[in-house]
């Protein structure tokens, strides 16, 4: 075991030389802008008692520092003194000590512009990197207006300025002191700062309400004080600015305002309690023991439970002060990891190689947790039966609490843990698991670079003892059970009349805290105990035509699937040449389906001609792709009657009717969906109509689009994962291409870099320019619009694009794209590009707390300033309470009205074919994502560019 050092609250953390702890491992138990710097000053540890950086705290114990650095790419070492260290992630400041004593800034500072602060990624996708707009607010002439409840809470004291601002101040010492705790202890020790809430970085950076700058400074911008701590010298305070402003377009201290506030936040839900200490577990708190354990679930080894917890978010929007408070829940098994390794095979074997590589076949990609030290996230990559870790020993470096003099002490990881968190190691001969410590929002490993490419993965992975870890999360096999899947579902969604009661439950404790509403009032907040009222609107109605006739519906469900049966579609197509495959048991069987398929798509307008007939006699799960690799030439579409529902053989199918030269749709169904009696027709009725879409037929139209359609194409652009392809990610475009949005084409590759590069970006946008100039007698597109989807906020980052500290902007996909759509089409292109946000933690209530209905739209309030954004709520919520979505404007010179365009968004989500009804996104986005899905789940490679006219993917 030579060679490994130990991570904090992590166990063991390979290195290349025995090191001391891991202190620069992520706390997100104590929420800072930095990481964290181990090796000079106070001890580093997850509790929370220890740290000294809040002003309002004054617990016992070693301080926890920040190393300050700016946004940007890893750059050079932290210089203290004599000592360097290499930290990555962003472009850090020097501190150096001049020949008088006096404490100098070096590299990318600047005391009298930004904070430089590296804000945490939670906070980079807010970073207003785009020209703010002149917000546009919807009227009662453009849909019903409807007073509506949201998951917010009123923060801003009325008694101070509706303009909340943090002021930054400077603080330097005369002689420089290099300890980080006595730093730390002398700024707390100053008289200014007893009656004031502030947050100090460690460095020079000290935060304050801009309302109690008059109690520390008077009439004067600067504070001298003097000091005694093992030396004797002088502190001066210095007032550099206000931050926070709303207008600022100095994206660091926008972003630091919401650092400050949701850090100060944090602390009074861990430490000052509500009604007692919660848990932080990346960014949601949880009840010490809140967790319970799920009923219903059948065929299990173990029993489930679910974590129920709280997200609070703080941020200045265009209706102030507000805190988004949303439920979130933790899946994790009763058991521990050992127990599940126990659980693989015989569990006399467990240690052997043997045991542990079935075990690693099992576990591995499971993220876990430790009950120690909740606040980090691992993936499992590895169990193994080296043992040597227990006893390897390393140095742990600590501070004097008195004399701030280090101290070195020798120690094991057995009593490492008993020491640092009173556990105890009671299988001595138990595997380890290798494991990847994962981002703490995004639960995605973290970009790393190495020196070498021959560099052993196993550097950079921690080594956990199982007995003290948890499985959370929940695997694929329950997710296809549909029985167990429910009562997950059940056990974690919330009816809106639940969902607002906990929520105001939470602000009616936190408020009678008489400690936590001491802090707030102190940050100048105060927190409302209702949630927050805010004005809607109910879009029109979207009119639908099925080969000119009316399509009917209701809004409370948008469900017209019965209304399609027995009407012509938009372009119904004729099945000349269609290959049938099935086992060939079921042959009888596959003759009714095709019967059956004729009986319901004629009155459609389709016509299905006798198909070529391919029995499967083998059950080998690539017997079928070998059937098709034989019989697909020539066909139209291949359809395919499985005998279950085994992922192996429905990729294989998919890599087979995919494969670049001889591309074909393909249509898979389940065996027992077919015979199913009682809902055969609705089945085979939604096969047909998938049928005709993968074929390049259109199902159904908008009537009366808010955006004529004439020269405008629409695209749907997501990035997604590629499984088990290291370091792929998959690039999917799907555009509309022609007038009455109807019609689709798509263009898909791997790409190997974080972000989309610009040829890849070039090829996709070429390839559906061309599509739209073919449907359309050569003439290229006048406007385009693009939606790019989304999962998370921070993917805003490298899309919007980065403003470096010096104000240069490092450009996104949005400048690209308009780079690239005036090479193809001239630079007369009109280009809107909007982001479209699918997890969001807003929610709406009716009047009456239930969900609001489809055709929901808010664009005030709640909405951030500066953006020309909006929310909408365009499906049915049939369980839980509706999620809506989260649409940003990043860049506009079409001239649309913005009105229109929020109308447009809403009619979008009704022309996804693969469902009818309406649909989260719109249809290009949700088209671009099944296409995701499809090649990096399932075929894994770019599809056949002769299927990039048609929906193959459905």
């Known amino acids: ?306 974590w129920p917890g709280l997200k609070p978010l703080l941020m200045k929007y265009d209706g102030g002060l507000l805190m988004n408070l949303d439920l979130c829940n933790l899946f994790f098994r009763s058991g521990t990891v050992l127990d599940a390794i126990k659980a693989v095979g015989n569990s006399r074997d467990v240690g052997t190689e043997a045991h542990c590589r079935a075990a690693t076949e099992v576990l591995k990609g499971m993220v876990i947790i430790t009950p120690y030290n909740q606040h980090c996230a691992y993936r499992i990559r590895e169990v193994t039966p080296d043992l040597a870790g227990f006893e390897h020993s390393f140095t742990r470096k600590t501070t004097d609490k008195t004399t701030y003099e280090s101290l ?88 809106p009349t639940e969902r607002a009661a906990l929520l105001r439950t939470f602000a009616v404790n936190l408020e009678k805290n008489v400690e936590a509403r001491r802090i707030l009032t102190n940050w100048a907040m105060k927190l409302g105990v209702d949630l927050e009222d805010v004005m809607g609107r109910e879009l029109p109605l979207v009119q639908l035509l099925q080969s000119q006739k009316p399509v009917p519906y209701e809004r409370k469900d948008v469900d017209w699937t019965k209304n399609l049966r027995g009407g012509r579609l938009d372009e119904p197509k004729v099945v000349k040449s269609f290959t049938l495959v099935y086992a060939a048991q079921q042959e009888q069987q596959a003759k009714a389906l095709y019967e059956l398929l004729n009986k319901v798509g004629r009155p459609m307008g389709m016509d299905f001609e006798f198909p070529q007939i391919v029995p499967v006699a083998s059950n080998d799960l690539k017997a079928f792709a070998d059937a098709i690799r034989v019989a697909k030439k020539g066909s139209d579409i291949v359809m395919c009657l499985l005998p279950d529902d085994k992922k192996e053989r429905y990729d294989a199918i998919k890599l087979e009717t995919t494969r670049p030269g001889n591309g074909v749709p393909s249509q898979c169904i389940l065996f027992k969906n077919a015979t199913n009696v009682k809902s055969a027709m609705s089945i085979v009725t939604k096969v047909a109509l998938q049928m005709n879409a993968k074929m ?70 070429g390839d559906l320019v061309n599509a739209y100039k073919d449907a359309n007698q050569g003439k290229v597109p006048e406007t385009v619009i693009i939606y790019r989807a989304m999962d998370r906020e921070d993917e805003m980052y490298d899309v919007v694009g980065v403003r470096k500290p010096d104000g240069t902007l490092i450009s996104g996909e949005v400048h690209l794209a308009a780079d690239v759509l005036r090479e193809l089409i001239g630079v007369n292109v009109k280009l809107m590009y909007c982001i479209a946000l699918k997890k969001c933690s807003t929610r709406f209530f009716s009047e009456q707390m239930g969900n609001v209905q489809p055709g929901t739209i808010v664009d005030r309030k709640i909405t951030i300033p500066g953006r020309n954004d909006f929310y909408l709520v365009s499906h049915c919520g049939r369980r839980g309470t509706v999620s809506p979505m989260y649409y940003f404007a990043v860049s506009d010179n079409t001239g649309i009205e913005f009105v229109d365009f929020q109308n447009f968004t809403f009619q979008m989500t009704h022309m996804y074919y693969n469902w009818s009804g309406t649909v989260k996104l719109p249809a290009v986005c949700q088209y671009a994502f099944k296409l995701a899905t499809v090649m990096g789940e399932h075929s894994k490679i770019a599809p056949d560019p002769i299927l990039n006219r048609k929906l193959w993917f459905l």
């Open 1 to 306: 075991m030579a060679g490994r050092g130990y991570g904090r609250g992590a166990g063991v953390c390979a290195a290349r030389a025995p090191a001391a702890p891991d202190l620069g491992s992520l706390n997100l138990q104590e929420p800072t802008f930095g990481q964290r710097e181990g090796n000079s000053g106070g001890e580093s540890q997850p509790d929370l008692g220890r740290s000294r950086g809040w002003g309002d705290l004054k617990p016992a114990g070693a301080p926890t520092t920040v190393v300050v650095a700016t946004p940007g790419p890893p750059g050079p070492a932290v210089a203290t003194g004599s000592r360097t260290r290499t930290i990555s992630g962003g472009s850090i400041i020097t501190v150096t000590q001049s020949n008088e004593g006096k404490q100098r800034m070096d590299g990318n500072f600047d005391p009298k512009g930004a904070c430089t602060f590296r804000v945490p990624r939670k906070f980079r996708g807010r970073f207003k990197t785009w020209t703010p707009f002149e917000k546009t607010i919807g009227t009662d002439r453009d849909g019903k207006l409807i007073p509506l409840k949201t998951n917010y809470f009123a923060l801003q004291d009325p008694t101070h300025s509706p303009d909340y601002l943090i002021a930054y101040l400077t603080v330097n010492f005369d002689p420089y002191v290099k300890n980080k705790m006595q730093r730390h202890v002398i700024v707390e020790s100053m008289r200014c700062f007893q009656d004031v809430s502030f947050y100090y970085d460690g460095r020079m950076g000290v935060f304050i309400a801009a309302h109690n700058k008059q109690l520390i400074f008077g009439a004067n911008n600067e504070l001298l004080e003097n000091f005694s701590s093992n030396l004797n010298g002088e502190v001066k305070l210095t007032f550099m600015k206000n931050i926070g402003d709303p207008a600022d377009l100095d994206d660091n201290n926008f972003n630091t305002t919401h650092g400050v506030l949701n850090s100060a936040f944090a602390k009074i839900l861990v430490k000052r309690g509500y009604p007692e200490s919660m848990v932080q577990v990346r960014d949601g708190f949880y009840m010490q023991k809140g967790y319970k354990e799920i009923s219903g679930l059948a065929g299990l080894s173990y029993k489930l439970n679910v």
């Open 408 to 495: 070195q002490q020798q120690l094991s990881v057995k009593d490492y843990l008993c020491k640092v968190y009173n556990m105890v190691i009671q299988h001595p001969t138990q595997p380890l698991i290798y494991c990847e410590k994962l981002d703490a929002d995004t639960l995605e490993r973290p970009r790393q670079k190495r020196k070498t490419e021959n560099d052993d993965p196993k550097l950079d992975w921690s080594l956990l003892v199982p007995e003290h870890c948890w499985l959370t999360g929940v695997t694929d096999d329950l997710k296809r059970n549909f029985k167990n899947w429910n009562a997950i579902l059940e056990s974690a969604k919330k009816e």
């Open 696 to 765: 390049g037929g259109a199902l159904w139209h908008i009537k009366n689009p808010a955006i004529k359609g004439d020269g405008v194409m629409v695209v749907g652009c997501v990035v997604g994962r590629a499984v088990n392809m290291k370091k792929t990610k998959t690039a999917a475009f799907v555009a509309s291409i022609n007038s009455t949005y109807s019609s689709f084409a798509s263009s898909a590759d791997f790409f190997h870099s974080d972000t989309i590069d610009p040829a890849t970006y070039r090829k996709h946008m």
